[in-house]
């Protein structure tokens, strides 16, 4: 579980506020999207969540204690993450960057081993292929489904995503949804999900929060999103998904 | 192959050891402090700014004043140790930059993701941020390497053995197969050190790699010889030495090498174990022979008495001989005699312009002089002798040029300018055939060579009966001659040594 209360961080000794007053419960194996435009505060938001940042004021409880209160190393290990940048060690095997948190973990290698070839499979890498290259030897999107494989390979409770799936191609991108929306639903992961993407948004997540200029200006299910938005700009979002399906069915119906 | 070939070669394998221990020693230190330094100065502006200032500011000091210094600040020491911590400390400007440039060339998105998966600042140092800066760390290291090679050369003068024993001696008795020697041995040292640390890198490298080629075979194979050899020789070195008796060092000209090899001789020939220092700096030998760590050298009255004792005046050759005595006594050096030759500035003229003009002494200079030129060597016009000689002879010279020594001579006898300040043991006085004039008004130092002894040395009778052979027993002329073999003739200094021994025993 996720709570985040009356968080709020800003930059430059408060010239910038990146965050403002957020307050946002994710459940235990609740899956949130959290959408906005560029800029509005989202990668800041999931950092805070793994203090990567530090609130300026407020506080985030991650499973009911405050992450101020804990070893930074130790919270980080036990928490999925995808970074925007992915961030593969480019002197290290994929195998080895898959393998990056159990390691740090110090589990034994056998099972490291093992955990490393099953991650891999998940995203589509087959490890006999792929383990042994170098991030450098991969296409981006290959890069990217190797990050989400080093998210999932310690076996965290809670993930956190920065447009996990941006560099892929339409059908890729879609198998890899399901894969991990079937991994999120079998583990009971507790998952935050930033993207650009309403549709990957409405797909995925229980609930959507959107951002603008670092305030949450609606948090609900996409049915509450697509049916009862409480402000333009969240009209405004969800209507480019509505008005492209819509077409989609008449192209459909024309046939 | 030619017998001054030989002769060098014989040298190689001591001199190469010299080098090869003050490099590798000089460069492991420099990276033990400067890669630590740089790690510290990425983490902090505030270290950043001041470090790299302070270690470019010790690149542009001039090496030899970096080696003077260090050997000041040790209390006059020489040898070893104040090359390895001048050396060390010039290798650290491109170490410590290298470091610096690698590691914030890390990508920040590389780092971010360490930090995110739960990695400890150290792990995020050691596992990613050095690994990844290290090309470029390793690339500062090989630019170390090769300055640190090329500069050691100049460790002889602070009397380190490297390749700069060939290098200096070759120059100062114009024997051009051992500078060549000593440069090529250098380069060649330069070359074969930066070719195995970028080998190792490779390998390092590689080493992921399931892949066995032949070329990566026979390149690890190489690199796994080469440093074995290294290995051997290091420890080799670091074998307890069998200690010397005696240390006889010399300064860098001609004079003081024969005079070095001709002490160590009669020492040897009593049964001494000795080293020989050869052409340290003038400083660094005075500082060395009074804090006992060379024994025997050959000095000269007049430089002390004006560089020392910072004398102006010039009471004549006897009341400096005493006066400098008295000195030396004062700064526990032992004064064990005199060498019988005196190599003084003296006015020299081409024998037949000086019957030309009627010159036999300075005073026939007077008249003339308004209408003369003088050659000089860098000095000689900045020093308190020539001053002296304006003065008390009233008179100056037309023009007043200042040469290398050895072309101060060709431009004399070339008539080039009428007359130079010559040195009175000079060999090419006695080949050109030059005339010394009289200074009948002693504006000009005496410089009588003496033997200087370090306490302990002169404390034992059986090394001052051995170098008694030597006072009183060369004269100017012989002296003259030793040298005028080597600079002249192109003789050996051993030719040199040779030609003077047997005039010590004659009558
Ligand atoms: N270290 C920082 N110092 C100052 N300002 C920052 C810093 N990091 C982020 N900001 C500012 O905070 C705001 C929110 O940034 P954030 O990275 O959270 O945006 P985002 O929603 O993730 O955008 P994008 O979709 O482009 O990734 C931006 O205005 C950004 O300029
Ligand atoms: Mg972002």
């Keep these: 579980m996720i709570e985040l209360r009356n968080v709020q961080k800003s930059y430059d000794g408060g010239a910038t506020l990146a965050v403002a007053d957020t307050s946002v419960v994710v459940e235990r194996g609740e899956f949130l999207g959290l959408i906005g435009a560029s800029g509005c505060g989202k990668t800041t938001t999931l950092k805070m969540i793994n203090r990567l940042e530090e609130p300026s004021s407020g506080e985030i409880l991650v499973n009911g204690r405050n992450v101020l209160g804990q070893n930074p190393e130790l919270l980080r290990r036990n928490i999925g993450y995808v970074f925007q940048g992915i961030g593969l060690f480019p002197h290290r095997s994929v195998a080895e960057n898959v393998a990056a948190v159990p390691h740090l973990l110090q589990w034994e290698p056998d099972k490291i081993q093992a955990r490393c070839e099953q991650c891999m499979e998940l995203v589509g890498l087959p490890f006999a292929e792929y383990g042994q290259r170098s991030p450098s030897q991969l296409s981006g999107g290959q890069q990217q489904r190797v990050g989400v494989a080093r998210a999932l390979a310690a076996k965290p409770e809670v993930v956190l995503m920065d447009e996990p799936f941006g560099a892929l191609d339409p059908i890729t991108r879609s198998e890899l949804q399901e894969e991990f929306k079937g991994i999120q639903r079998s583990m009971d992961l507790t998952v935050v999900m930033v993207t650009h993407d309403m549709t990957e948004a409405l797909l995925l997540a229980d609930r959507i929060a959107v951002m603008r200029e670092g305030v949450v200006l609606q948090i609900g299910t996409p049915y509450e999103l697509l049916h009862n938005p409480q402000h333009d700009y969240v009209r405004e979002i969800v209507a480019m998904p509505r008005q492209r399906a819509k077409r989609l069915e008449e192209l459909m119906r024309d046939e | ?507």
């Design chain 2, 1 to 507: 192959m030619s017998e001054n070939l030989r002769e060098q070669l014989l040298l190689l394998p001591a001199y190469f050891q010299g080098h090869l221990l003050l490099t590798l020693a000089a460069i492991t230190m420099g990276v033990l402090i400067s890669v630590p330094l740089g790690v510290w100065a990425e983490q902090s502006v505030r270290v950043k700014r001041p470090l790299l200032a302070v270690v470019s500011i010790v690149q542009t000091f001039p090496s030899l004043a970096i080696l003077a210094l260090v050997v000041a600040l040790l209390g006059g020491r020489i040898g070893f140790l104040p090359a390895f911590i001048a050396l060390t400390l010039y290798s650290m400007l491109p170490i410590v930059r290298n470091t610096v440039t690698g590691l914030e060339s890390v990508s920040a998105s590389v780092v971010e993701a360490a930090r995110g998966i739960g990695m400890s600042p150290h792990q995020i140092l050691r596992e990613v941020k050095l690994p990844l800066a290290m090309p470029v760390i390793v690339a500062g290291i090989r630019t170390a390497m090769v300055w640190t090679v090329g500069l050691a050369t100049l460790s002889t003068l602070v009397g380190a053995t490297s390749f700069g024993n060939y290098i200096f001696t070759g120059i100062q008795t114009r024997n051009l197969v051992a500078v060549t020697v000593g440069s090529l041995a250098s380069a060649a040292l330069a070359v074969g050190l930066d070719g195995l640390i970028a080998a190792i890198q490779w390998l390092l490298e590689k080493r992921n790699e399931a892949v066995d080629s032949a070329r990566l075979r026979s390149i690890r194979r190489s690199v796994y010889t080469a440093i074995a050899v290294i290995i051997c020789i290091v420890l080799y070195g670091l074998l307890p030495q069998p200690r010397a008796d005696f240390i006889v060092a010399g300064k860098p000209f001609t004079e003081q090498y024969i005079m070095v090899g001709l002490l160590a001789a009669e020492l040897e020939e009593a049964g001494f174990k000795v080293e020989q220092r050869l052409g340290l700096g003038s400083d660094v030998v005075f500082e060395a022979v009074s804090n006992g760590t060379v024994d025997l050298y050959v000095e000269y009255t007049g430089t002390i008495w004006s560089s020392y004792m910072n004398q102006q005046g010039n009471p004549g050759r006897e009341a400096i001989r005493t006066g400098v005595i008295d000195y030396l006594e004062r700064q526990g050096v032992v004064t064990l005699g005199f060498t019988g030759f005196q190599n003084r500035y003296a006015l020299a003229m081409r024998r037949d312009r000086a019957e030309e003009l009627g010159i036999a002494s300075i005073e026939d200079l007077v008249p003339l002089a308004g209408g003369l030129s003088a050659g000089a060597d860098l000095e000689f016009f900045g020093r308190s002798e020539w001053l002296r000689l304006r003065d008390l002879y009233n008179m100056d010279f037309s023009n007043k040029l200042t040469f290398d020594p050895s072309l101060m001579y060709t431009a004399v006898v070339e008539g080039q300018v009428d007359l130079i300040s010559a040195y009175t043991t000079d060999g090419r006085v006695a080949a050109f055939d030059l005339v010394l004039l009289e200074d009948p008004r002693n504006a000009l130092l005496a410089y009588d060579a003496m033997l200087l002894a370090s306490d302990a040395a002169a404390a034992n009778p059986a090394f001052v009966q051995a170098v008694d052979s030597i006072i009183d027993r060369i004269s100017d002329v012989a002296m003259r001659q030793a040298n005028r073999l080597v600079d002249v003739d192109g003789e050996s200094v051993n030719a040199a040594i040779e030609y003077l021994r047997p005039r010590l025993r004659s009558n």
